[in-house]
């Protein structure tokens, strides 16, 4: 088992939901990958550096402490490819 940090820019957009509902939404989506969540958190809402497009220009952070074994963040970043909620993905191993 490893331990990794996982980060995620949620692009909330024409969602009813709240930020926090989404993240929690997320860790379900990560549970399901094989990975056992210990830690999530929103880090907020936060403007990039460089939008790429004018009508997308801060997302929401959300940030997991997650453990698994060495296939997990290739599982999680392969289930989370189509899914439009989240815009950027990023795992870390700490």
Not at 53 to 60: K, L, M, N, P
Request: charge should be neutral.
């Amino acid at each position: 088992m490893a331990n990794y940090k996982a980060t995620f820019i949620l692009d909330t957009r024409g969602r009813e939901e709240s930020p926090d509902d989404l993240v929690e939404n997320l860790k379900g989506e990560l549970v399901s990958a094989g990975a056992e969540v210990s830690k999530a958190s929103n880090i907020g809402r936060q403007d990039f550096a460089r939008a790429a497009d004018i009508r997308y220009e801060s997302g929401v952070y959300a940030q997991y402490m997650i453990s698994g074994d060495a296939e997990v963040p290739g599982k999680i970043l392969e289930k989370l490819r189509l899914n439009k909620l989240v815009s950027h993905k990023m795992i870390q191993k700490v």
